[in-house]
């Protein structure tokens, strides 16, 4: 079991983070390079993020169905953008049982074009529309620079693909979907993000327009947390998806993709944890209580386990209950199991010692807020409440104190040279043109590049960061992840 310290994130961020992902068993390297084995704790936390979207999903009216994991190559080929983006991050297959296949299969990199195949066979009329289908899976992606979450050459994820009938429809699909994201973002997971708009080169490979949540992570740099794609009528002219509309006339359906991946879960660490490790969301941590029994002997023992055994029938209660543990090690001491439980981000932990016994207390801390701060008593009794009160002040307490330090990182420059100061340690927010030139400037200068033009516009107009030119729109740019 690992004991030796994390290094600390001020002194070597990327460090800290690829440690706490595989000292917390949130994942582990797999034999294949850029290849990720998530581990049930991860997978645990990943479950909770599927159940918290899956929800939204079907309230929004869309249903899961599956695609196949292989795709005729020249499927890919037919949007000419979508192929330029994806070919060199392609996984072929081209022998299939011995044999040298007809024609290459590719692993999925994303599924637009082999649903765009289908959603043409299924589409006919208007009275077909819309289709709203997400599906859960894997996705492979042959990328060069890795890291455990964040980008590896195989990813879970959803990506929900929609068809309509006009192009104001599956624009507002695409915002909709955005708001979703937000939404889980915010209130589930507790990293505050500005949902916006992708710059031209930003956008996704075939799409007419891009949106995208950005959260900023705790050493500042940015984290493109998910994204929804207007793909207009490029994919449906592609695949030929038409349907007769009210006056028999025929059309080319709208769609839309939207996807949110594993990544998330990177975004959740770097944004709360601590140089203790983690700190998981109430809403989302595979574990939200820990309970540690503190004893020195077999007298003591009895006097406590009892009212171990109580407290966690009064937290699991069927219909309102939490999910916790209880760590009854025998092994090792109390003092050991708080550090390895603060590694792992469960937000609060509940001691029971002989004292605790005898005053009919229980202790509580707070994985948010370490040492005496994050401490209380409570009485043994009505426990159900007391620990969904703790868990509501924790979830808030997380998500002000992220965005406390987003708004404390974020400087509006007055020129260039003061934007390339501020990208060294947090996120420039300034007007832009919106030409490529500009962009292209400040990305070779500072490595930084526009995050996203937020839906939320200040209003007014200014002058471009870089050329001076006159500009409606304010963008946040920062270097990402
Ligand atoms: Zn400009």
């Not at 020249?74 to 953008?81: A, N, P, Q």
């Not at 801390?365 to 009160?389: I, M, N, Y």
């Not at 404390?408 to 100061?421: A, Q, R, V, Y």
Request: hydrophobic share 40%; aromatic share 10%; glycine share 6%.
């Amino acid at each position: 079991m690992p004991t030796d310290k994390l290094p600390s994130r001020k002194e070597d961020f990327a460090e800290w983070y690829n440690q706490l992902v595989i000292k917390a068993e949130l994942a582990d390297y797999a034999p294949v390079r850029g290849c990720m084995v998530v581990r049930p704790y991860g997978w645990a936390l990943w479950e909770n993020i599927q159940q918290a979207l899956d929800r939204r999903f079907k309230v929004t009216g869309h249903v899961n169905a599956a695609f196949p994991l292989f795709i005729p190559m020249s499927f890919l080929e037919k949007e000419k953008e979508h192929v330029e983006g994806f070919s060199p991050e392609l996984a072929i297959v081209t022998i299939g049982g011995g044999e040298k296949l007809e024609e290459p299969l590719v692993v999925r990199p994303t599924s637009e074009t082999i649903i765009g195949y289908m959603y043409s066979k299924w589409i006919k009329s208007y009275r077909d529309l819309p289709v709203l289908i997400n599906q859960w899976g894997n996705v492979v992606r042959w990328e060069l620079r890795t890291k455990l979450f964040l980008r590896t050459l195989e990813f879970y994820w959803q990506e929900g693909h929609t068809a309509h009938a006009t192009s104001q429809e599956a624009e507002e699909e695409t915002l909709r979907m955005l708001n979703v994201y937000a939404d889980f973002a915010i209130n589930d997971g507790a990293v505050p993000v500005i949902p916006g708009y992708k710059s031209e080169s930003e956008k996704f490979a075939g799409a007419v327009r891009s949106t995208t949540i950005e959260a900023m992570m705790g050493d500042t740099r940015a984290l493109q947390a998910g994204t929804s794609h207007f793909l207009g009528q490029n994919f449906a002219k592609a695949f030929d998806i038409r349907f007769l509309d009210r006056n028999n006339d025929l059309q080319y359906v709208w769609t839309t993709s939207w996807g949110l991946s594993t990544r998330f879960i990177g975004a959740i660490i770097m944004t709360h944890g601590d140089d203790q490790g983690l700190v998981l969301p109430p809403k989302l941590a595979p574990i939200q209580v820990v309970v540690v029994p503190i004893y020195k002997n077999d007298e003591e023992k009895s006097l406590v386990m009892p009212v171990v055994e109580d407290i966690k029938r009064q937290l699991t209660d069927i219909n309102q209950g939490f999910r916790i543990h209880v760590d009854n090690r025998e092994e090792v001491t109390p003092g050991f199991k708080f550090n390895d439980w603060e590694l792992r981000g469960v937000p609060l932990r509940i001691e029971i010692g002989p004292k605790d016994v005898s005053k009919d207390n229980v202790a509580f801390a707070r994985r948010d807020l370490p040492g005496k701060e994050g401490k209380s008593f409570g009485p043994q009794t009505q426990l159900l409440a007391q620990v969904a009160e703790a868990l509501m002040t924790i979830q808030a307490s997380i998500h002000n104190r992220a965005l406390a330090f987003r708004e404390s990182n974020t400087h509006e420059p007055k020129d260039l040279e003061e934007l390339k100061t501020i990208i060294q340690s947090g996120w420039a927010f300034a007007w832009w043109c919106g030409k490529v030139e500009c962009e292209t400037r400040i990305k070779d200068d500072t490595k930084a590049t526009p995050r996203c033009i937020p839906l939320e516009q200040p209003g007014g107009e200014g002058k471009c960061i870089v050329c001076g030119e006159r500009s409606t729109q304010k963008v946040y740019f920062a270097r990402a992840y």
